[in-house]
């Protein structure tokens, strides 16, 4: 049996077009349906600026801190940490788990770093960390909860996982002082 190749190629092409089709036809009404939702308008109270003078937000990105770093004796990292503690806040995105390693029971798998990395970012200034991401459980369900648990410790609020949906999405706060304080909404 003879196929022709340039039939099939045809044909190939055609069940990409039309596969592209399908996706950009899904994706749209996607879109549009997102774009419904507009969600809930804050009040005027939310809205209100409470902050009066200056205020300083520390952000972050990930932080894959497997050992306490703050007193390396990098002049540049020394620099980074200064910034980060004397912001009015700081926030970072806590990747992967932080554990015990001589009484944890999970599986140290992933990025783990030591009990001890807690307490050395908030010598570092850090209020708050986010936990809902790629990493969480890297170490599994025990991995979080230690994790959050050290964070409790160090007096770092965090948000984005917890028992349930509710504790994940709970609002935080931050009492080191009155600017201090991350506020999430639970997800309606």
Not at 73 to 98: C, F, P, R, Y
Not at 107 to 135: I, Q, T, W, Y
């Amino acid at each position: 049996m003879r196929v022709n190749f340039f039939r099939s190629i045809r044909l190939h092409h055609l069940r990409i077009v039309m596969a592209l089709a399908a996706v950009a036809l899904i994706g749209g009404m996607w879109a549009h349906d997102l774009g419904a939702q507009a969600g809930p308008r804050l009040s005027e109270r939310d809205m209100a600026m409470k902050v009066r003078g200056p205020f300083t937000l520390a952000s972050v990105g990930d932080l894959i801190i497997r050992r306490p770093a703050s007193q390396f004796a990098d002049e540049g990292l020394q620099a980074a940490i200064k910034l980060i503690h004397d912001a009015d806040v700081a926030v970072g995105n806590m990747e992967g788990s932080l554990a015990d390693t001589r009484h944890f029971d999970g599986p140290l798998s992933g990025f783990v770093g030591s009990a001890e990395v807690a307490a050395d970012l908030k010598a570092m200034g850090f209020d708050f960390v986010n936990r809902a991401n790629n990493h969480l459980f890297d170490s599994e369900a025990a991995g979080m909860f230690s994790t959050n648990k050290l964070l409790d410790e160090a007096g770092i609020a965090h948000a984005g996982s917890g028992a349930t949906l509710s504790q994940a999405a709970a609002a935080r706060r931050s009492e080191a002082n009155p600017w201090r304080a991350v506020r999430f909404e639970e997800p309606v």
